[in-house]
């Protein structure tokens, strides 16, 4: 089964190496300034001739308070009046970006992300939704993948009902841990009542989904303390859960430096929580997805999972990687057929270059036909955990083997250590491997000699 994994402690710690997350490839890392505004209305203008369908995200960047271990692109403010000119400035890229592209083009997938969304009011978020409804063609039946994160200590049962009529139908929801602790040692107080509050609210106004996100290796956690918060979110019964390894990068993400290095949880301890946690997941139910992704049997990514139709952009895991995504906001990447480009992460540059009627465009890259041929492989492995080279070699022109023979021995020696099964057809990422498919995926990574390892997380 697609969901089977075998804990390998050896296979673990001699693979569990930094690396990239693989939402896209070549990584954002590569992203350079000499990609600009021409490069995407280039883009822009052949997904109109295409008339591809869209994936539109919407960067919030604002928070109420700050969350110590968060390397969001956020702004921390108690001043809600900070989100009017940021709103006028996306309405401003909204409009800019829409009149480039088709009205034919459905809108299959919308996600507002943070930040904290629900940082809006509700009079500024039916603004900006109605600002995306009257540029974009957005569904009008719930059949679109409608989502928005949400804070359960920014929301309200209020707040769920007008998310539910502006169109969202799909909700994910913080919680990180529920240890009163461990949440006094990261500056996220946040009760089990209010989550489950949000939750039956979301339920009763018939949301289709609802995500939660739990962060191990965070201070004072440890494994007894981590497996009742898994305990008690289970009992919630969430359709997808997405259960994150902290990286703790306080020279990269100033709020981390606030977090006492002392109070980490021990690597050993680290790897324990992980396992129980998936031991619980899978007694409770919940398939292993990839990636720290956990979903319900008939969830649409086990779905997707199962056909072999699971794709994986930068909203991670998703069934809508044939459309084109928009990026709209601060800090906001798009992906535009072969085209990756990300707006200033500077809000003020990001206001000021859009109040001269400029797009916001700073870096990016185009692929070209060696990081397709990748981004494919890469692909196949992070999403089913196999790979077919006739596959590959019908859509690409090559010869698998001839192509990445140089990379044969590493492949052998993965295939001799358990990792995987190799033969002159395919690739296949065996039960012990599944918890380790971004040190195969690293291996077919061409630039990750060339970059700093310590930019990226550990792989558990």
């Avoid at 497996?227 to 008690?232: P, S």
Wanted: include cysteine; charged fraction near 25%; proline fraction near 4%.
């Amino acid at each position: 089964m697609l969901d089977a994994i075998r804990w390998d402690s050896d296979l673990i710690r001699r693979y569990d190496l930094a690396g990239p997350r693989y939402t896209s490839y070549p990584t954002a890392v590569q992203f350079h300034g000499q990609v600009g505004t021409f490069d995407l209305f280039h883009a822009l203008r052949d997904s109109r001739k295409a008339l591809r369908p869209l994936s539109l995200y919407v960067h919030v960047p604002f928070c109420a308070n700050i969350c110590y271990y968060c390397a969001c692109n956020k702004v921390i403010t108690k001043d809600r009046g900070r989100a009017a000119p940021y709103l006028q400035r996306l309405e401003q890229e909204i409009q800019l970006i829409a009149c480039h592209l088709d009205p034919a083009q459905k809108v299959e997938q919308l996600h507002f992300g943070g930040g904290t969304p629900t940082f809006l009011s509700h009079d500024e978020l039916r603004q900006l939704m109605a600002q995306l409804r009257k540029h974009f063609n957005l569904l009008d039946d719930d059949s679109g993948d409608y989502g928005i994160e949400i804070d359960p200590r920014e929301a309200d049962w209020s707040t769920m009902g007008l998310l539910r009529e502006l169109g969202f139908n799909r909700v994910s929801i913080g919680l990180q841990d529920l240890d009163p602790a461990v949440q006094r040692a990261v500056n996220r107080l946040q009760s089990l009542e209010e989550t489950r509050a949000v939750i039956d609210a979301a339920r009763t106004l018939q949301f289709r989904s609802i995500n939660i996100d739990l962060i191990y290796g965070l201070p004072k956690q440890t494994p007894e303390n981590f497996a009742r918060t898994v305990e008690e979110v289970i009992s919630l019964q969430p359709d997808r859960l997405s259960v994150f390894n902290y990286a703790h990068l306080p020279e990269r993400f100033m709020p981390q430096r606030r977090i006492n290095g002392n109070e980490l949880p021990a690597p050993a301890q680290k790897l324990e929580m992980l396992e129980r946690t998936i031991e619980q997941l899978t007694a409770a139910g919940y398939r292993y997805i990839g990636m720290d992704h956990f979903a319900l049997p008939d969830d649409e990514l086990a779905i997707a999972q199962e056909e072999e139709t699971l794709q994986r952009n930068f909203q991670g895991y998703t069934t809508h990687g044939h459309c084109d995504l928009i990026g709209l906001g601060v800090s906001a990447i798009s992906q535009i057929g072969d085209l990756y480009c990300q707006n200033s992460s500077d809000l003020n540059e990001y206001q000021n270059t859009l109040a001269a009627a400029q797009l916001a465009t700073s870096r990016g890259l185009v692929c070209n036909a060696d990081d397709r041929l990748r981004r494919a492989v890469i692909q196949q492995l992070i999403c089913n955990f196999s790979l077919q080279f006739a596959e590959i070699e019908q859509q690409f022109n090559i010869d698998f083997q001839g192509y990445f023979g140089a990379l044969w021995p590493q492949l052998q020696g993965m295939a001799s250590d358990g990792l995987i099964a190799l033969d002159r057809e395919r690739i296949e990422v065996l039960p012990a491997g599944r918890l380790l498919v971004r040190s195969v995926c690293m291996v077919f990574d061409a630039y990750l000699e060339q970059q700093n390892r310590q930019r990226f997380s550990r792989v558990i």
